[in-house]
């Protein structure tokens, strides 16, 4: 007689009801991390919520409590003492140019660095990907002389071209991740056809980069409506500050409205919210694309 997998090595295979306990037990686990997960992502968010609907002497006995008497005031001052429409709206403008900016330079050049083949091209993917190894905070320095000896100051343009510009190292390297995998039978047929380089690019690798590219859009616009510092360093007149920068109105030298703070804060992140509620499948998509093509 043959002898079966588990007698002839020694060990024991799972099956039967001890793997079905097992594999119960690793989904228990998994349940319980995951829930622990959630409550420590969502309690912040919780608390800033009980905040923002508090009184100030409340908030400062009752810091951790749940709110006696929701104070739905706090929204509505915070929108309108701090002009956050002004703010939030220059937060649009800023965020937008961003992305034109950000796929302007960024998908042409993941285009080339894909599918063509010169002298020094991986020296070229090398140079520009390792920009992802510089924050844009560690730049405030040369970016505020830049800025000023270019008349730059107080310009949602020039904030956008920044943002722009730090976010190509990592947009180009997933768009150049994604652009690699496509066939190249697809361009030798279009060449056949009579297109040119540019017509490949724009009808064949920007239509089926589509997710790609609207995850590098998205990445984009989180980080352009999320940044502060270089904001705050560029932006100084009062209806040009983007919403991060209007935010900080609520605490000055003499007051700190904090619970007007809070609502504020839960104004803004709300929009941020929403979009990658309904963004979240396409940076899923493109981040991916490439792994499951490759």
Same mark, same amino acid.
Not at 67 to 85: E, H
């Given at each position: 007689?043959?002898?079966?997998?588990?007698?002839?090595?020694?060990?024991?295979?799972?099956?039967?009801?001890?793997?079905?306990?097992?594999?119960?037990?690793?989904?228990?686990?998994?349940?319980?991390?995951?829930?622990?997960?959630?409550?420590?992502?969502?309690?912040?968010?919780?608390?800033?919520?009980?905040?923002?609907?508090?009184?100030?002497?409340?908030?400062?006995?009752?810091?951790?409590?749940?709110?006696?008497?929701?104070?739905?005031?706090?929204?509505?001052? &915070?929108?309108?003492?701090?002009?956050?429409?002004?703010?939030?709206?220059?937060?649009?403008?800023?965020?937008?140019?961003?992305?034109?900016?950000?796929?302007?330079?960024?998908?042409?050049?993941?285009?080339?660095?894909?599918?063509? =083949?010169?002298?020094?091209?991986?020296?070229?993917?090398?140079?520009?990907?390792?920009?992802?190894?510089?924050?844009?905070?560690?730049?405030?320095?040369?970016?505020?002389?830049?800025?000023?000896?270019?008349?730059?100051?107080?310009?949602?343009?020039?904030?956008?071209?920044?943002?722009?510009?730090?976010?190509?190292?990592?947009?180009?390297?997933?768009?150049?991740?994604?652009?690699?995998?496509?066939?190249?039978?697809?361009?030798?047929?279009?060449?056949?056809?009579?297109?040119?380089?540019?017509?490949?690019?724009?009808?064949?690798?920007?239509?089926?980069?589509?997710?790609?590219?609207?995850?590098?859009?998205?990445?984009?616009?989180?980080? &352009?409506?999320?940044?502060?510092?270089?904001?705050?360093?560029?932006?100084?007149?009062?209806?040009?500050?983007?919403?991060?920068?209007?935010?900080?109105?609520?605490?000055?030298?003499?007051?700190?409205?904090?619970?007007?703070?809070?609502?504020?804060?839960?104004?803004?992140?709300?929009?941020?919210?929403?979009?990658?509620?309904?963004?979240?499948?396409?940076? =899923?998509?493109?981040?991916?694309?490439?792994?499951?093509?490759?």
């Amino acid at each position: 007689m043959t002898a079966t997998p588990r007698a002839k090595f020694g060990f024991h295979i799972p099956g039967g009801k001890s793997g079905q306990v097992m594999a119960k037990g690793s989904k228990t686990l998994c349940y319980i991390f995951l829930f622990i997960n959630t409550i420590i992502v969502l309690y912040p968010l919780l608390w800033l919520t009980f905040a923002a609907l508090k009184t100030q002497q409340e908030l400062t006995f009752n810091t951790w409590g749940i709110p006696k008497v929701p104070q739905f005031s706090n929204f509505v001052k &915070a929108w309108s003492r701090s002009k956050m429409g002004y703010f939030m709206v220059n937060s649009i403008i800023v965020s937008a140019l961003t992305v034109v900016f950000t796929n302007a330079a960024c998908v042409p050049l993941a285009f080339v660095l894909s599918r063509f =083949q010169f002298r020094f091209k991986r020296i070229l993917y090398f140079v520009v990907i390792a920009g992802m190894m510089i924050p844009i905070n560690s730049a405030i320095i040369p970016l505020y002389i830049l800025a000023n000896n270019l008349k730059m100051m107080n310009n949602l343009s020039a904030l956008a071209l920044i943002y722009g510009a730090f976010r190509i190292p990592i947009s180009v390297f997933i768009l150049e991740g994604f652009m690699s995998t496509i066939p190249k039978e697809l361009e030798e047929c279009a060449h056949i056809d009579g297109c040119s380089i540019f017509r490949i690019f724009w009808n064949i690798a920007v239509p089926l980069s589509r997710d790609t590219i609207a995850t590098v859009s998205i990445l984009a616009v989180l980080n &352009a409506w999320n940044e502060l510092m270089v904001a705050m360093l560029l932006l100084s007149r009062q209806m040009q500050k983007t919403l991060p920068i209007g935010l900080m109105g609520f605490i000055s030298e003499y007051s700190a409205e904090y619970t007007q703070l809070c609502a504020g804060i839960l104004i803004a992140i709300v929009p941020n919210i929403i979009f990658y509620v309904f963004a979240q499948e396409k940076i =899923q998509k493109g981040i991916t694309a490439g792994a499951l093509k490759g």
